[in-house]
């Protein structure tokens, strides 16, 4: 499985923005579809946005569509979430995750059973 590490994680008021980002290793980064998730304690980890090996296409929540932008590089085998706008509600862990679709059809996972390779996660914490 691919490793992957965020970093960018930090304390910003209400409004303002943040960008996480996530670096990956170990195998081919471009063979892997993308996803950022989150998770506030007590409650589900949640999808948030994904993008496909090519980065040509993305999808977000609803909660964060307008706000959140996820891209990609894959001469860094690197995966970002710029976050504008940011409310006290996107207060989470915010996690990277991978799935190898270079054989699975070249879609965006959404769900986190489809993913089998997960950061450590990096706290967002958005004060008002």
């Known amino acids: 499985q691919v490793q992957l590490v965020e970093s960018g994680g930090g304390l910003v008021q209400a409004g303002g923005s943040l960008k996480i980002s996530c670096a990956a290793s170990?195998?081919?980064?471009?063979?892997?579809?993308m996803a950022w998730f989150r998770q506030c304690p007590g409650k589900e980890r949640e999808f948030v946005a994904g993008?496909?090996?090519?980065?040509?296409?993305?999808y977000y929540a609803d909660s964060v569509k307008g706000r959140f932008t996820i891209s990609r590089d894959n001469a860094k085998n690197t995966v970002y979430l710029q976050m504008n706008s940011l409310k006290p509600e996107d207060t989470a862990v915010y996690y990277c995750?991978?799935?190898?679709?270079?054989?699975?059809?070249?879609?965006?996972?959404?769900?986190?059973?489809?993913?089998?390779?997960w950061g450590q996660g990096t706290q967002v914490t958005v004060s008002s």
């Open positions: 170990g195998r081919t980064f471009s063979n892997y579809a």
């Open positions: 993008i496909r090996r090519s980065g040509r296409s993305t």
């Open positions: 995750a991978a799935r190898d679709t270079s054989f699975s059809g070249n879609y965006i996972p959404t769900t986190l059973t489809e993913f089998g390779s």
